[in-house]
């Protein structure tokens, strides 16, 4: 039975229990998953790569960041296949249960699109994507005999799961250019790594590559500082469009890529109109994001339900910055409460599990438990305090202790 799995002889009160315990554990496990599951989509991985590398006239790294810059794609269509190595536990399907958890805490849709983020942090998957101009994207997240599928259509946000019949029903406002959707484009990815390009990095331009059946350039970052996980971010650039085709971030510490993503197939032909069209199936449970987010108030820091406090607590959406360039942590305050231990009153197992998952560590500040993925580490100090980044365990403790 996987961890917290309840069974039919489990009466009222305990499974009450139990699903109060799955949510203060999605409180604690959150930082370390949203944020591995964050950092692992800015790392894309070698798309299957033509053999051959087309001879191309010679660029500069600097015309190669313009070209990218200047790249204004408004219509494709195509295949993407993401593999993702964070390097995460296996926790028997408890990790996704935690994640809906923590950004649900009661019983939401399978078609949120909130619940199929931590699909993509373990394995390999395959995607179908579309796109015509800012106000029309699709994303289809193909399983073993399912599909989920996310559509944005003007101010409409479609979520659909083929497996439950289930619906997600949302609006988004006219100015989506900073939206999470666009910014999880190859082309949005790059976009946020170039803005770490300053004199803290390296970029230069590492030969051509054929990539989904068009010539591209390499562009390679790599930061020159230490400290960081961040190893190499190489991209694919579309020779001819400017349009970033593939990224790729491996970790200082080797091995395999953190995530690869990258197009196997690519049109830049205008997508047909029905392709954004989305009418409800018959019989299907259908959830608008109002009566979602007032059926789930998020539990208060005492564990108790409550109003939402966004997760992580009050604030927890605006961080304060340390750092500079790879080395940047970003800290939250989370109203003073830490990963509670084994012998915590009330966390019984819990605490116990948690500190399984995790490193525990001191310093001047005090002390907290280190939780890390191959790309991301976070530190939650026993204050309540919590410091997530691209560096290593060591440059979270020292972070801490200096802002004490």
């Known amino acids: 039975m996987a961890p917290y799995e309840t069974d039919d002889s489990t009466d009222t009160g305990e499974?009450?229990?139990?699903?109060?315990?799955?949510r203060r554990a999605a409180r604690y496990i959150v930082p370390v998953t949203v944020v591995g599951v964050a950092a692992a989509t800015i790392g894309l991985v070698p798309a299957l790569a033509?053999?051959?590398?087309?001879?191309?006239?010679?660029?500069?790294?600097?015309?190669?960041?313009?070209?990218?810059?200047?790249?204004?794609?408004?219509?494709?269509?195509?295949?993407?296949?993401?593999?993702?190595d964070l390097g995460l536990p296996d926790l028997g399907g408890l990790e996704s249960n935690l994640m809906f958890g923590a950004t649900k805490s009661g019983d939401g849709s399978s078609a949120d699109p909130t619940s199929k983020l931590t699909e993509l942090a373990t394995g390999t998957h395959t995607l179908r994507v579309a796109a015509d101009g800012p106000d029309k994207q699709k994303v289809s997240l193909l399983e073993n005999a399912a599909e989920y599928s996310l559509i944005h259509n003007g101010k409409d946000v479609w979520g659909y799961d083929s497996q439950t019949n289930?619906?997600?029903?949302?609006?988004?406002?006219?100015?989506t250019s900073k939206s999470d959707e666009t910014r999880a484009t190859?082309?949005?990815?790059?976009?946020?790594?170039?803005?770490?390009?300053?004199?803290?990095?390296?970029?230069?331009?590492?030969?051509?590559?054929?990539?989904?059946?068009r010539d591209a350039y390499k562009l390679l970052i790599k930061p020159k500082q230490t400290g960081t996980t961040v190893g190499t971010i190489s991209v694919a650039v579309d020779a001819k469009t400017g349009l970033p085709l593939k990224f790729?971030?491996?970790?200082?510490?080797?091995?395999?890529?953190?995530?690869?993503?990258?197009?196997?197939?690519?049109?830049?032909?205008?997508?047909?109109?029905?392709?954004?069209?989305?009418?409800?199936?018959?019989?299907?449970?259908?959830?608008?994001?109002?009566?979602?987010?007032?059926?789930?108030?998020?539990?208060?820091?005492?564990?108790?339900a409550g109003k939402s406090?966004?997760?992580?607590?009050?604030g927890a959406d605006e961080p304060t910055v340390i750092g500079k360039g790879w080395n940047s942590i970003a800290v939250f305050e989370t109203g003073g409460q830490g990963v509670p231990s084994?012998?915590?009153?009330?966390?019984?197992?819990?605490?116990?599990?948690?500190?399984?998952?995790?490193?525990?560590?001191?310093?001047?500040?005090?002390?907290?438990?280190?939780?890390?993925?191959?790309?991301?580490?976070?530190?939650?100090?026993?204050?309540?305090?919590?410091?997530?980044?691209?560096?290593?365990?060591?440059?979270?403790?020292?972070?801490?202790?200096?802002?004490?």
């Open 15 to 22: 499974r009450d229990e139990l699903r109060a315990g799955r």
């Open 50 to 84: 033509d053999s051959g590398d087309p001879n191309l006239p010679k660029v500069t790294a600097e015309q190669l960041i313009n070209k990218i810059a200047k790249s204004d794609v408004q219509q494709l269509s195509g295949t993407v296949k993401i593999s993702t």
């Open 166 to 175: 289930e619906v997600f029903h949302g609006t988004t406002a006219a100015d």
């Open 186 to 213: 190859p082309k949005g990815l790059t976009d946020e790594a170039l803005k770490s390009v300053d004199d803290t990095t390296s970029v230069t331009v590492d030969g051509t590559e054929h990539v989904a059946g």
């Open 248 to 304: 790729t971030l491996t970790p200082a510490s080797g091995g395999a890529a953190v995530v690869d993503v990258g197009f196997t197939q690519l049109s830049l032909a205008k997508p047909a109109a029905s392709t954004f069209d989305f009418k409800t199936p018959k019989g299907a449970k259908v959830t608008t994001e109002d009566s979602a987010s007032k059926a789930a108030p998020a539990p208060d820091h005492s564990g108790k």
């Open 309 to 314: 406090d966004k997760g992580l607590g009050k």
């Open 342 to 404: 084994g012998s915590s009153s009330g966390s019984g197992d819990l605490g116990g599990f948690l500190n399984s998952l995790g490193d525990q560590v001191k310093g001047d500040f005090g002390k907290g438990t280190v939780f890390s993925t191959r790309l991301v580490n976070a530190l939650i100090t026993d204050d309540g305090k919590v410091y997530v980044g691209a560096v290593t365990k060591s440059a979270l403790v020292k972070a801490a202790d200096a802002a004490k």
